[in-house]
């Protein structure tokens, strides 16, 4: 996903951004609702962290529930927002196998319907589970072993109970037919039946917020994934459905409409799974044997061979830092569509007006942007942090859009080096509020706020600096990609991982970042030839070696946050920090006052 500044007209093609938000200070939107946050608890961080041996289970595997976290003070979570953000027990009692979501999509009548079949493998005996389908959509049947299920709705949940006990290891299928006129939402619509310029029908659906089950059923959490999926989507025959995973074919019916069938071969989030319906044009290239192609409105064929021409540039760049593109049997693509851009798995769309920068500007200010096409890049970054590498609960959405924009700088610093990297990140600092943490609270699908973004990214700046090891940071990333590639996971699996691989506890560290609102602020006291150090920060036991003196001959210090003394020969005003490594804050006092 990503965000927009309105401080510039917004485009006329492009759907409202942002529903129900708020304007930040400084002038842009940020396409997420600041939550406050409550803190794991340790015990909740132990049951999630993998245990040395154990491995962590892969996206369609199903990880342990969260423990209960400490009591939150923010208001109590609606019924609505338990049923759709909590890993409750009708949806743990269960794991994930396969999806296939077969449907036929009228235009005409902006309606849609057809079948998911839902494979899964029970985890415990019950006769109960829990799907979810938007109240604006019907249910027709669930069918399980050609019997009629019993179900029951609220909000946007379906519970479906069976006439028999389900046995835990056991393997079910199920019918869910649907049909309906879905609403269209949120951002990007979830769903949106719209023309494209030139009139032709373009329906395409952009659903990271509301959630998949705005348009199809499904198990609608970041928690528990399918193993791989099918998708046959059926549509009149001079449309194009560009999808996710790999085009297996498509068949003419004869009745005016063609199905498309698409097969995805990988774990995939729900809200990734995306129908994009137009009148495209289709071009393709590939990167060694790596597939990769291209669904454009035909009037921007031409532009979009030159524009899409830096994939293959971003998919090196990621490629080296982070190794194999994670979904090579279902190829690379990027669609055309009049929102900005989504991460959507293998099927990236893409709305950035076949020009560098963010809409036409210089995204970060300082003559970066403009070198690259951000769209292609961000949106493409996710497919290693998003869809790779998932969060398990959006109150961790940070995985996603922190470490993403930390890709863009990391693209930035292999096309035009550190130097260019470095002013892209701090021009980020522009961007940070610091007005509520990043990890929000668990179980209630609330997006973080857009720090989780720049301050996101400013800290794994930061953290680089605290391993102050290029060669060993590079081999963390690699590491940590291949770690967790596949993989649902929370912050603590991170933490675990890099306090391992360094030998350090870098716990208070991700914590002061993450999980409180404030950065550390490095407080100087100068004395004659002495200054006095010391951090000020939430964690008491915050930690972290940083840069100062002068920018020729950088000394390393080791606050804490506790008084420390060295001796310096540079006066007050001489004596630097190296701010643009750090994320932090620096005050300087004289001890006279
Ligand atoms: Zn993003």
């Known amino acids: 996903m990503i965000v927009l500044r309105v401080s510039e007209r917004r485009p006329v093609d492009t759907p409202r951004m942002w529903e129900g938000g708020e304007v930040s200070r400084v002038r842009f939107l940020i396409a997420v609702v600041a939550s406050s946050g409550r803190r794991w608890s340790k015990m909740a961080a132990l049951l999630v962290a993998w245990s040395g041996s154990t491995a962590l289970p892969a996206h369609g595997q199903t990880p342990a529930a969260p423990a209960a976290g400490k009591a939150a003070p923010a208001a109590k979570p609606s019924r609505a927002t338990i049923l759709r953000g909590e890993y409750g027990a009708l949806r743990a009692n269960n794991d994930l196998l396969y999806y296939h979501l077969d449907i036929r999509v009228d235009p005409k009548e902006q309606a849609l319907g057809g079948t998911n079949t839902i494979r899964f493998r029970m985890l415990k005996d019950d006769s109960k589970i829990q799907l979810d389908l938007n109240p604006s959509l019907s249910v027709d049947k669930i069918v399980f072993r050609d019997v009629a299920l019993k179900f029951e709705r609220e909000f946007s949940a379906v519970f479906v109970t ?50 998949a089950s705005v348009w199809w059923p499904c198990k609608d959490q970041w928690r528990d994934e399918v193993e791989s999926m099918d998708l046959s989507v059926t549509i009149p025959k001079e449309l194009v459905d560009a999808s996710n995973g790999r085009l297996v074919g498509k068949k003419d019916l004869g009745d005016g ?46 532009k979009a061979k030159k524009q899409f021409a830096q994939a293959k540039g971003m998919l090196e760049a990621f490629q080296h830092y982070f190794g194999e593109y994670p979904f090579k049997k279902d190829g690379y693509k990027l669609i055309e569509v009049p929102y900005a851009g989504m991460e959507h798995q293998s099927a990236v769309t893409y709305g950035n007006r076949y020009a560098n920068g963010y809409l036409e500007r210089d995204w970060t200010g300082v003559g970066i942007s403009t070198r690259f096409d951000f769209i292609i890049v961000h949106e493409s970054g996710h497919e290693w942090f998003g869809n790779s590498i998932s969060a398990a609960d959006r109150s961790d959405m940070w995985i996603h859009e922190g470490w993403t924009t930390y890709l863009e700088v990391l693209y930035v610093e292999f096309m035009y080096g550190r130097a260019d990297a470095l002013k892209y990140v701090n021009a980020y600092k522009a961007r940070v509020r610091n007005a509520s943490r990043i990890i929000g609270n668990r179980g209630e699908n609330v997006s973080p ?86 951090w000020k920060a939430d964690e008491k036991a915050f930690a972290m070696p940083v840069r100062v003196g002068s920018k020729d001959n950088w000394q390393v210090i080791h606050p804490t946050t506790e008084w420390q003394t060295t001796t310096t020969a540079l006066k007050k005003d001489e004596f630097e920090v190296a701010t643009d490594l750090y994320y932090i804050g620096v005050s300087k006092k004289s001890s006279e006052g």
């Not at 037919?177 to 030139?198: C, E």
């Not at 129908?275 to 409105?297: K, R």
């Not at 649902?488 to 391992?500: A, G, H, P, S």
């Open 449 to 534: 706020p857009g720090d989780q973004y720049f301050k996101g990214a400013l800290f794994l700046n930061t953290l680089r600096s605290v391993v102050d090891d290029d060669t060993r940071w590079w081999a963390l990333l690699r590491g940590l990609h291949e770690r967790f590639k596949h993989k649902n996971i929370m912050t603590e699996d991170l933490v675990e991982y890099f306090n391992r691989e360094t030998g350090k506890d870098l716990t208070p560290v991700f914590d002061q970042y993450l999980r409180h609102a404030a950065i550390p602020v490095l407080e100087l006291k100068f004395d004659e030839a002495k200054v006095s150090y010391r």
């Open 257 to 302: 409409t063609t199905r498309w069938d698409w097969h995805v071969s990988y774990p995939i989030n729900s809200y990734c799974v995306s129908l994009n319906i137009g009148q495209y044009e289709h071009f393709a290239d590939s990167l060694g044997d790596l597939t990769l192609d291209f669904y454009v409105l035909p009037e921007n064929l031409e």
């Open 162 to 211: 069976f006439p028999e006990t389900l046995k835990e290891g056991q393997v079910y299928s199920i019918d869910f037919h649907y049909s309906g006129k879905p609403a269209s939402t949120g951002r990007f619509g979830g769903i949106s039946f719209r023309k494209d310029p030139a009139g032709r029908p373009w329906i395409y659906t952009s659903c990271e917020m509301q959630g």
